[in-house]
């Protein structure tokens, strides 16, 4: 079932997270969380968790991660990006050869960025978009 962050549910630029790691999750959320204006609404570890979860609660953006416990951010990308076009899509991977990067950006996705050395790139992308929609 996805999970959602307690608290304050309005204002600001709706994350939804999707990683299959607790470390990387706990990570990420931290790290997004002190962007003024952005907040995590939700997070899922699979596919099939996340599809319908995003679906629903309509964020303004989703960090993806490539391998999932359940399929793939392809997957999500696929079945998300056509029928949510208002929502921007980034991948973050362990995974960023040059092939994943070009599938990711071919389904949507806004940026491709590896996980052991663009991780504080997110951040600096998400908060240019908090900005951007306050």
Known sequence: ????????????????????????????????????????????????????????ERPDFVVLDLRLAQGTGFDVLRALQPCLPQTEFCMLSNFASEPYRKAALGLGAIDFFDKTRDFDRVRDLVATRAAAHA
């Not at 999970?3 to 309005?10: A, H, N, V």
């Not at 470390?23 to 699979?46: D, F, Q, T, Y």
Request: avoid cysteine; charge should be positive; aromatic fraction near 4%.
């Open 1 to 56: 079932m996805p999970r959602r962050r307690p608290g304050r549910q309005t204002g600001g630029m709706k994350i939804y997270l999707v990683e299959d790691s607790p470390l990387v999750l706990e990570r990420l959320k931290g790290m997004l969380e002190e962007i003024p204006g952005a907040r995590v609404v939700g997070h899922a570890a699979s596919a099939d968790e996340a599809i319908p979860a995003i679906y629903a």
